[in-house]
């Protein structure tokens, strides 16, 4: 489903990383552990096909990101860090009806409310859920867990198990402790990507 070959990229001349080789299956999930700054977020963001690489090439479905990306319409979505919300009520928010995805993270009973005046908390499920419902392929999530309390955590993470029984999640965090047990890991450091195989 995703494979990337030597990867590269840099700012302002300087690596971020370099030499990452990264195979995915088209059904599971896999998590990218790294300190900040270590290039997490850049490297979804590439696997996304919303940044080009330096170097190396991604293919998605043995397709280049913009080339799947245009093919099969919101086949491969990425969720920002930070949680991400429009003006209007929380259902404008959301590009897809999935009450399934609302309910199990909570939303179900909060769609006419203002999505600017919803907690921390809530608004990044927010920036999950409008992934989500859309059904993507591949879902690429940069630190889900950030800003959730432990209640909003454990929904979040027993729907993205179930998710992921039939689709891709590739989601970052910066604690392996959060890693469920059995999911393959990955850790990006010092400009390298290591297979942890499974905590």
């Known amino acids: 489903m995703i494979k990337a070959v030597r990867l590269g990229k840099k700012y302002g001349g300087v690596w971020v990383f370099r030499g990452v080789d990264l195979e995915l299956p088209e059904v599971g999930m896999a998590v990218v552990v790294g300190p900040n700054g270590s290039g997490k977020t850049t490297l979804l963001k590439i696997l996304a096909g919303l940044l080009e690489p330096d170097e190396g090439e991604v293919y998605i479905m043995g397709m280049p990101p913009a080339v799947a990306i245009r093919r099969m319409r919101r086949a491969v979505l990425y969720a920002h860090q930070e949680p991400l919300v429009l003006a209007g009520a929380v259902e404008d928010n959301l590009f897809c009806r999935n009450d399934e995805v609302f309910d199990a993270l909570g939303l179900g009973g909060l769609l006419g409310r ?11 499920l927010l ?5 989500l419902s859309c059904r993507p392929k591949v879902a690429l999530l940069d630190e889900p867990t950030a800003y959730l309390d ?10 993205l198990w179930q998710y992921s029984k039939r689709a891709l999640v590739v989601w970052t ?13 990955y850790e990006l450091r010092d400009g390298r990507l290591r297979n942890l195989a499974t905590p």
């Open 114 to 124: 203002k999505a600017r005046e919803l907690s921390g908390g809530y608004k990044k």
């Open 173 to 185: 965090t910066h604690y392996i402790a959060e890693v469920p047990p059995g999911v393959p890991l």
């Open 150 to 159: 432990a209640e909003k955590r454990k929904a979040l993470m027993e729907y």
């Open 127 to 131: 920036t999950i859920a409008r992934v």
